[in-house]
């Protein structure tokens, strides 16, 4: 069992930066693949970024293109999305969610969840 908290949402101006965290409880934490999604106000939850066990292999989505940066501390069971400053724009605005997962996949459904956090991004 694996639980996960996040952090770091919050109200931010267009054209700023984020950091969004999400730690990890249990010691299996460095076994997992963690990836980030998230959720729009009347649209489906969607893959943003996905890292890899050992952080070795990463994957974002296309929409993405750059802005964001997914890293994780296997320490301090932890991984976070970098949100890179002048990217931030109003459609980022969504309900961000941590996962975890035995492996990194992308088009099926992840083993844990957090329960999100919100970031609104005003214009």
């Known amino acids: 069992q694996v639980q996960l908290v996040e952090s770091g949402g919050g109200l931010v101006q267009a054209g700023g930066s984020l950091r969004l965290s999400c730690t990890a409880s249990?010691?299996?934490?460095?076994?997992?693949?963690m990836g980030w999604f998230r959720q729009s106000p009347g649209k489906e939850r969607e893959f943003v970024a996905a890292?890899?066990?050992?952080?070795?292999?990463?994957?974002?989505a296309d929409f993405v293109r750059g802005r964001f940066t997914i890293s994780r501390a296997n320490a301090k069971n932890t991984v976070y999305l970098q949100i890179d400053m002048n990217t931030l724009a109003p459609e980022d605005t969504a309900v961000y969610y941590c996962?975890?997962?035995?492996?990194?996949?992308?088009?099926?459904?992840?083993?844990?969840w957090g329960q999100g956090t919100q970031v609104t991004v005003s214009s």
């Open positions: 890292i890899s066990w050992d952080g070795g292999n990463t994957y974002s």
């Open positions: 249990g010691r299996t934490f460095r076994s997992y693949a």
């Open positions: 996962a975890a997962n035995p492996t990194l996949v992308i088009n099926t459904p992840w083993d844990y």
